[in-house]
Structures are given as C-alpha cells and as structure tokens.
C-alpha cells in the first residue's frame, strides 16, 4: 500500500481522496476459504466451507460460516455480484489497434 511521501508535492487531501476511492464501500461482503493454505480463487475446491467476512469501515470483520461456495455467494447476495462486475472497466471495441498485415515473404522460395 502507498503511504504518503510530503515531499512529492501532492497534498494529503488528493491522496486521501484516492485512498477513499480505492477502499470498498461499508457493508461490503466476500467469501474467503476456510481451509489450511495460501488465499485461492473460488474456482479451487468450491465444495470447501467458506467463511463470510463484511467491511465495516476499517477491517474485515467476520460476519458468518458457509457449507461450500454456493451458499457463501448466496448469503453474499446476487445483487453485489452483478454490481462488482459491473464496476469491472472493460476496453471499448474501437479503443483496439487495427490488425497488422499479414506477413509476406520478400522473396520467392524454391524448393531444391
């Protein structure tokens, strides 16, 4: 995480700002898995009991057990995950650079 360097130039007011804006909103909730290992996506063993944690402002508080992945997500609600996607920044079609050329030999090659 960035701290804030007062030699920089930037005032503290713009850099707390951004920290604000990059901090999850209150009441926020995530499934984390409950088993022995390093933090893992939900697609590693969704049938593992997942534990339901919720911001409150200023941590990760616990706020709840789950069976498996599936209920973590339902006791998530289906309503934070269509908004998290949609908070996602996708490229616009027309932002993509046009396709190259194809590649044509310079010269005409004969087999021996």
């Known amino acids: ?17 951004r920290r604000e804006a990059r901090r ?6 995530k499934a984390i898995p409950l088993d022995s290992g390093a933090p893992h996506g939900a697609h590693v063993n969704p049938d593992a009991p997942r534990g339901v944690v919720e911001w ?5 508080t616990p706020a709840g057990i789950a069976a498996d992945y599936t209920a973590a997500a339902q006791e998530i609600s289906p309503d ?8 996602v920044d996708l ?22």
């Open 1 to 17: 995480m960035e701290d804030h360097d007062p030699t920089d130039g930037e005032p503290l007011e713009e850099w707390a700002a």
């Open 24 to 29: 999850p909103p209150t009441g926020e909730r």
């Open 56 to 60: 409150d402002g200023q941590q990760w």
């Open 80 to 87: 934070d995950t269509a908004r998290r996607a949609e908070a």
């Open 91 to 112: 490229p616009r079609f027309s932002a993509l650079p046009p396709a190259p050329e194809p590649w044509r030999p310079t010269q005409v090659f004969r087999r021996p």
